[in-house]
T-cell receptor, first 115, second 116 residues
Framework: GEDVEQSLFLSVREGDSSVINCTYT??????LYWYKQEPGAGLQLLTY?????DMKQDQRLTVLLNKKDKHLSLRIADTQTGDSAIYFC???????????????FGTGTLLAVQP | EAGVAQSPRYKIIEKRQSVAFWCNPI?????LYWYQQILGQGPKLLIQ????????DSQLPKDRFSAERLKGVDSTLKIQPAKLEDSAVYLC??????????????FGPGTRLTVT
């Protein structure tokens, strides 16, 4: 099936690290993504990782990929109140011989940052 | 660079009425997507265009939903007749590349549809 799973809610204190977890379904997905959605806004791509990588770091963001367990995580260092949003992981399975690159999103994790 | 534009931002209709949404992708982006995001869920792809051709419409409820992308630029998504379960945010996205390459899908702000 096409179920990308995430925990629904995470609460952290400002300045702490946040870790958002995701389990995806298709081991042949070439790219895996993290998107951020603020209230009333569209989705913003935060970062992505190629499937042959284990880790990617981009400023305060660290993505870890465990292909064996099909587990993806996003770590946000020094979390700020402005990081409060819904975070979606997404996979892009190579369907239809590669002719489509639709994103399959998880249910989203609401990150609440307490001052 | 201008982003993906969508209109209207909000729409309230009664069930069995029809509604249309409009999307203008980023200039030069050949690929355009329509996603449906029901409250509390992640977006789900409805249809993907490559230029003005349909690449994937496997999850589009074709008995009531239709979409077109004339001239390979702007796109419209129509629902006729609407049902209560169509209440959702409809997101349009565009990207430069398609399969085989890393790409970014740039999302518009969405149209929030409420069906009463």
């Amino acid at each position: 099936g096409e179920d990308v799973e995430q925990s629904l809610f995470l609460s952290v204190r400002e300045g702490d690290s946040s870790v958002i977890n995701c389990t995806y379904t298709d081991s042949s997905s070439t790219y895996l993504y993290w998107y951020k959605q603020e209230p009333g806004a569209g989705l913003q791509l935060l970062t992505y990782i190629f499937s042959n990588m284990d880790m990617k770091q981009d400023q305060r963001l660290t993505v870890l990929l465990n292909k064996k367990d099909k587990h993806l995580s996003l770590r946000i260092a020094d979390t700020q109140t402005g990081d409060s949003a819904i975070y979606f992981c997404a996979e892009s399975p190579p369907l239809y011989g590669g002719a489509t690159n639709k994103l399959i999103f998880g249910t989203g994790t609401l990150l609440a940052v307490q001052p | 660079e201008a982003g993906v534009a969508q209109s209207p931002r909000y729409k309230i209709i009664e069930k069995r009425q029809s509604v249309a949404f409009w999307c203008n992708p980023i200039s030069g982006h050949a690929t355009l997507y329509w996603y449906q995001q029901i409250l509390g869920q992640g977006p789900k792809l409805l249809i993907q265009f490559q230029n003005n051709g349909v690449v994937d419409d496997s999850q589009l409820p074709k008995d009531r939903f239709s979409a077109e992308r004339l001239k390979g630029v702007d796109s419209t998504l129509k629902i006729q007749p609407a049902k209560l379960e169509d209440s959702a945010v409809y997101l349009c996205a565009s990207s430069l590349f398609t399969s085989g390459k890393s790409y970014e899908q740039y999302f518009g702000p969405g149209t929030r549809l409420t069906v009463t």
